[in-house]
């Protein structure tokens, strides 16, 4: 009596469990670059909302200045600028030293906040010191 020996052959297992890994490799790739290219929009958007902000708010300050030329001081007052505004925060005459004004503007674009101080001659309206701050008080 033979003895037939049964051999199963496994032919393209390997083959098989390389494609499935390939593709679940490019998929995984492709994933995460559609999300890094997803985000990206709104860094970029954050961006230009911060600087529309900053414009905002040096726009108020150049109003403030013009007003103070002709003896207008304005405080807790809202500017609108097309459907923008900016808030001309409080203003300091004669502060730090005397024939200057500080002058304190904030505005907000899309949750990005810009505060700005700007210290101003009063002789020839020219800006002496413009600053970005945290926030608006007496350490900015």
Do not use: H
Not at 72 to 101: A, R
């Amino acid at each position: 009596m033979k003895k037939v020996l049964l051999v199963k052959k496994q032919n393209g297992y390997i083959a098989l469990i390389s494609t499935i890994t390939l593709s679940f490799l490019i998929v995984s790739i492709v994933t995460t670059l559609g999300f890094s290219s997803f985000f990206s929009r709104f860094d970029i958007l954050d961006s230009e909302s911060k600087e529309k902000s900053y414009q905002l708010a040096l726009s108020c300050i150049n109003w403030a200045i013009l007003e103070s030329a002709y003896g207008n001081y304005y405080k807790n007052y809202e500017l609108s600028i097309d459907s923008d505004s900016c808030v001309i925060k409080d203003y300091q005459i004669n502060y730090p030293v005397s024939e200057q004004i500080t002058l304190f503007t904030q505005s907000v674009v899309n949750k990005s906040f810009t505060n700005l101080k700007a210290v101003v001659s009063l002789e020839d309206f020219s800006v002496i010191l413009l600053k970005e701050c945290a926030n608006i008080d007496e350490s900015c």
